[in-house]
């Protein structure tokens, strides 16, 4: 409700506008923050009310965005033909005011894994009370205070001490360098290669509307019982068959081939974009998968902002579109075998862990963690009766 607000108050301020500055304030500044504390949240929302058919939550709610562009287009252009600049300005910060109506439809709900570690409140609970007692300047307020900021941290950030996201961190990096540049110059390569304007923008229609197509229908096919459990392995498929698209676009030069290639790129793009927070959440779970999308978005945006300016660079030293494209294909194909890459370690680690675990050693007790093991030898155990071994948090073996 906060965005929709600052949003709106974005766009009509904007009309008011008498500089550039004046509109990087307004536009830039004041809506972009708007749209940004918008958009995280509703995307994790919909992790937190739907898990049965998730990926088709996810590929309906974002496919709004791709809907939004394609009709609105149309319409704000009519607005600055008819209201001039200014007043189509302060007609959509009208309807961009609805974001607090949208946000305000957003109740929270109380999710079964957030009940289950209650000991982790239990210090900060504890020093609550005993300054309550307190004054508001003595030094148990203030401890109680930074107890209170670091549990409150730790418990929501501490998925990025997981080795998945980091990895998962890292392949967003490379794949937001990719997406990028082709929304920037697939009408200018058309254009070089004799496609008419009509027939370039025809193209970017196109893109448009398979990316929306991708969100739904790859959501739907992800969510099937056969699919449900490889919606990681969907997610590189996706990310790597759009890097291939990329490599061949150098060698498609006429409307026919570059039809065929915005369709498959489009539906591909669509279909990785709405499986970003499902293995989001997947990695992280879902109380933290705010502020993990959050992480995930803001990593996404700077490569998603760097690489259109450098795609340009290198088309103006090389003289042709071939070396930026590759070098987008191959950031995208490198993201895909990144995550593979570390998905097949981890499998490795595991088969290793259960194959220590049927070793038939006397002297040898394994337990398992996730993918840690922990071993206590029967000969402490009998020297020391009180021994205890802790396993992790919540469990101990004595």
């Known amino acids: 409700m906060l965005g929709g607000l600052l949003a709106s108050t974005g766009f009509i301020l904007g009309s008011f506008a008498t500089s550039l500055k004046h ?14 504390l918008c ?25 709004g965005s791709g809907i939004g562009t394609f009709v609105l287009a149309p319409v704000v252009q009519l607005l600055i033909e008819e209201f001039s600049w200014r007043g189509a300005l302060l007609i959509l910060g009208g309807f961009v005011l609805n974001l607090c109506v949208c946000g305000a439809l ?16 239990h210090v900060c609970r504890t020093l609550k009370e005993d300054c309550k007692r307190a004054s508001p300047y003595s030094s148990l307020t203030k401890e109680w205070a930074k107890t209170c900021l670091c549990c409150s941290l730790q418990q929501e950030y501490i998925f990025l001490l997981m080795s998945d996201f980091v990895v998962f961190a890292v392949s967003v990096l490379f794949m937001a360098y990719g997406c990028s540049p082709l929304f920037v110059y697939l ?18 229609s196109t893109l448009g509307v398979i990316d929306i197509i991708g969100n739904i229908t790859f959501g739907w096919l992800t969510d099937r019982r056969c699919l449900k459990s490889y919606r990681y392995i969907c997610y590189l498929f996706a990310v790597g068959l759009d890097g291939l698209c990329y ?18 790129f489009g539906y591909f793009d669509g279909a990785y974009v709405t499986l970003i927070p499902v293995v989001t959440a997947e990695i992280v779970g879902t109380t933290s998968l705010s502020s993990a999308l959050g992480v995930v978005y803001f990593l996404h945006a700077v490569p998603y902002l760097v ?3 450098i ?34 370690v981890k499998r490795m680690k595991k088969t290793q862990l259960q194959s220590l ?13 996730g993918s840690v093991a922990y071993s206590v030898t029967r000969e402490l155990d009998q020297k020391d009766e009180g021994f205890v071994a802790t396993v992790g948090p919540g469990y101990s073996l004595t």
Request: hydrophobic letters at 45%; charged letters at 10%; one cysteine or more.
């Open 311 to 344: 795609a340009g660079w290198l088309v103006d030293t090389t003289g042709s579109y071939t070396a930026a494209f590759l070098l987008c294909g191959f950031s995208m194909i490198f993201s895909s075998v990144l995550l593979g890459f570390a998905r097949l």
């Open 307 to 309: 690489s259109p300016p």
């Open 23 to 36: 509109l990087y304030l307004t536009l830039g500044v004041l809506t972009g923050l708007g749209f940004a």
């Open 247 to 264: 490599l061949c676009l150098p060698m498609l030069q006429s409307l026919p081939l570059l039809v065929p290639f915005s369709c498959t």
């Open 39 to 63: 958009y995280s949240p509703a995307i994790a929302m919909v992790g937190k009310y739907f898990s049965r058919r998730k990926a088709l939550a996810y590929g309906i709610a974002m496919s």
């Open 357 to 369: 675990a049927k070793e038939p050693d006397p002297k040898l007790q394994l337990w398992t963690n």
């Open 187 to 204: 009408v200018p390569y058309a254009l070089s290669v004799g496609v008419s304007h009509q027939q370039a923008a025809f193209l970017m």
């Open 106 to 121: 957003m109740r929270p709900i109380t999710l079964k894994e957030e009940h289950s570690r209650p000991e982790q409140n």
